[in-house]
Nanobody, 124 residues
């Protein structure tokens, strides 16, 4: 079992930056792919980025590619999402998630554990 707690959200102007953190507790953090997802008001939750266990590969949604960077520090059991050049359309609740059963997935259903989310609001 893994517990995930996000932090780092807030209000920022368009063009600004934020870094989200997700602290994991429990066992075997290194055995999980870690992902970030987001859900805007009135919209479905969507994939943002993921960082695989072991090999260190990452994957991004087209909408954030080149602006967001996901990273993980296995020694600290933490995954980060660095966001730059933020846009109003990035406004959403951002969720951290962990996947053990499935590798390299963007699918919500493949992630086994979820954090409670952190709000990111980008003003124009």
């Amino acid at each position: 079992q893994v517990q995930l707690v996000e932090s780092g959200g807030g209000l920022v102007q368009a063009g600004g930056s934020l870094r989200l953190s997700c602290q994991a507790s429990g066992r075997s953090f290194i055995a999980y792919d870690m992902g970030w997802f987001r859900q805007a008001p009135g919209k479905e939750r969507e994939f943002v980025a993921r960082f695989s266990r072991g090999g260190g590969s990452s994957d991004y949604a087209d909408s954030v590619k080149g602006r967001f960077t996901i990273s993980r520090d296995n020694a600290k059991n933490t995954v980060y999402l660095q966001m730059i050049y933020l846009k109003p359309e990035d406004t959403a609740i951002y969720y951290c998630a962990a996947a053990r059963r499935v590798y390299s997935s963007r699918r919500i259903a493949d992630y086994d554990y979820w954090g409670q989310g952190t709000q990111v609001t980008v003003s124009s």
